[in-house]
């Protein structure tokens, strides 16, 4: 699939990704947890460079309760900078982004998320998830493209809840992207379980206390699992195959996992890789 002709995708990776395909000439962005000015310099790296008009609704900031929102423009620069604070309801930061759609064609305004992983950290995987839902709901067929960065500071669990509102999920780990690649050609029974059970799987080896487990000891520290111990082992080999974890290999009994060796990042990375891989089908 290619990615320019998607209206809405995810973009997975730290930092994310969002500047990277370039925008139209006018964006609205909203900030959870960026800089503006750190925000601005991110475009320097595009072909296009920064679009003409930009409007920066800014919800990273801390604003005392009651204060009204503040914008700030710079128009030598084409910004219009409005602080609204990050304890704003919802829907008024939707309100804020569609205020800069007035006047404006359909189909001409780009909107960018730097980070739905920081809504997430705050409020909670549901609060993030409705987040990028109902922003989707309210700006399909009105923008041009809506970008949503998602950074590895999220949860597996928004990761996998949120790609499938996607148009497209893009990962930019190309080592990842081809190991998953791999062992979908090579063990697709692997890659299956690999690919519906990668989040419990996570969520197992962060909270087994044990350094090297067996698969039924990782499961026994689940609650209320999707998984038995048997499919969990095989998501948990899938893993070790993809560079996420590794086995303690002085014993000739069940495979025991060296979770000392735990790459939570690299399963992060696979997971995104997933995500990916779904929504080009």
């Not at 930009?54 to 801390?62: F, R, T, W």
């Not at 009105?142 to 996998?160: M, V």
């Not at 111990?229 to 095989?234: D, E, K, M």
Request: charged content about 25%.
């Amino acid at each position: 699939m290619d990615g320019s002709n998607n209206t809405v995708r995810l973009c997975c990776g730290d930092p994310p990704p969002v500047h990277d395909e370039g925008s139209s000439d006018r964006v609205v962005s909203v900030l959870f947890g960026t800089d503006v000015e750190a925000w601005r310099n991110g475009w320097n790296r595009t072909p296009g460079g920064p679009p003409s008009r930009e409007a920066v609704v800014d919800v990273n900031d801390i604003v005392r309760s009651g204060a009204a929102a503040s914008t700030q423009v710079m128009p030598n620069s084409g910004v219009a900078h409005m602080v609204i604070g990050r304890d704003t309801e919802r829907e008024r930061v939707f309100d804020a982004v569609a205020d800069h759609f007035d006047g404006a064609p359909s189909g001409t305004v780009d909107v960018f998320v730097d980070d739905l992983a920081q809504v997430a950290v705050r409020n909670g995987v549901d609060s993030a998830v409705t987040f990028a839902e109902r922003l989707i709901e309210r700006f399909r067929g009105r923008a041009s493209r809506i970008r949503i960065g998602c950074s590895i500071e999220g949860p597996a669990e928004l990761l996998s809840r949120v790609g499938g509102s996607m148009d497209a999920v893009r990962a930019v780990d190309p080592d990842t992207m081809a190991a998953v690649e791999r062992l979908s050609g090579d063990d697709p029974t692997t890659f299956g379980y690999v690919r519906r059970h990668w989040v419990e799987a996570k969520r197992g080896i962060e909270t087994c206390d044990r350094n090297y487990p067996q698969s039924k000891q990782v499961h026994a520290a689940l609650t209320e699992p999707e998984t038995t111990p048997r499919t969990l082992g095989a998501t948990l080999s899938g893993l070790v195959t993809l560079g996420a974890l590794e086995t303690w290999g002085d014993t000739v009994g069940p495979t025991r996992y060296d979770l000392t060796a735990y790459r939570p990042e690299r399963t992060w990375a696979v997971g995104a890789a997933l995500e990916a891989g779904v929504s080009e089908e």
